[in-house]
């Protein structure tokens, strides 16, 4: 069974650090994996999705990697702001193709 | 952009009500899921379709059904509601079959049962 695990499970950082979110999954054989990040209260936002194929993807100030082989993905974060405190969540897609499992979330708090 | 809907953000109901939980997406996706959302737990699977009228069990489906007659629209319905339902209610949406696709979300339905 497919285990995701998210460590820290909360950071706090001052306004303007890079930072790398971790994301640890234990069977290799995925499709994709996807980061989100979740407002408090709101539904989930997609930031980035890796196919099983690639070893990175970004968008803006957001990279994501991935390692199949040794089950882990990260999450980094340039020059962090307030407005991105939120609880980012990494999920991974595999075998059946139509079922993920969710990491339970790191929560980001930037401090000004 | 994708756009997925969920028809009510806040419901407070009642032990025994049936209750409707609807979700529209504008984006021709097939698939459709019904997560919740719950602190310590996650989110957990309670069903997904892959095409209309097509649905499968996700992880915890006791004590709910979905209904998808359209394309666009996954219902999620609590025949009897109970109050370890309450909970935050998730519709997502991606495009293929295939299930490669990206995963898109709603706002969530927050539903308190009393």
């Known amino acids: 069974k497919q285990e995701v695990t998210q460590i820290p499970a909360a950071l706090s950082v001052p306004e303007g650090e890079n930072l790398v979110l971790n994301c640890s999954f234990t069977?290799?054989?995925?499709?994709?994996l996807q980061w989100f990040r979740q407002d408090p209260g709101k539904g989930l936002t997609s930031l980035l999705l890796?196919?099983?194929?690639?070893r990175e993807q970004t968008s803006g100030r957001l990279n994501a990697s991935l390692d199949k082989s040794s089950g882990r993905s990260t999450l980094y974060i340039a020059a962090s702001q307030p407005g991105d405190s939120a609880t980012y969540l990494c999920?991974?897609?595999?075998?059946?193709?139509?079922?993920?499992?969710f990491g339970t979330g790191t929560q980001l708090k930037v401090e000004l | 952009d994708v756009k997925v809907t969920q028809s009510s953000r806040y419901l407070v109901k009642r032990t025994g009500e049936k209750v409707f939980l609807e979700c529209v997406q504008d984006?021709?996706?097939?698939?459709m899921f019904w997560y919740r959302q719950d602190p310590g737990l996650g989110l957990r699977l309670i069903y997904f379709s892959y095409d209309v009228k097509m649905k499968e069990k996700g992880d915890i489906p006791e004590g709910y059904s979905v209904s998808r007659e359209k394309k666009e629209r996954f219902s999620l319905i609590l025949e009897s509601a109970s109050t370890n339902q309450t909970s935050m209610y998730l519709c997502?949406?991606?495009?293929?079959?295939?299930?490669?696709?990206?995963?898109?979300f709603g706002e969530g339905s927050r539903l308190t049962v009393l």
């Open positions: 997502a949406s991606s495009l293929d079959r295939v299930g490669t696709g990206e995963l898109f």
């Open positions: 069977d290799s054989a995925i499709y994709n």
């Open positions: 984006m021709d996706h097939e698939n």
């Open positions: 890796i196919q099983s194929s690639q």
């Open positions: 999920a991974v897609r595999a075998g059946g193709g139509n079922k993920l499992t």
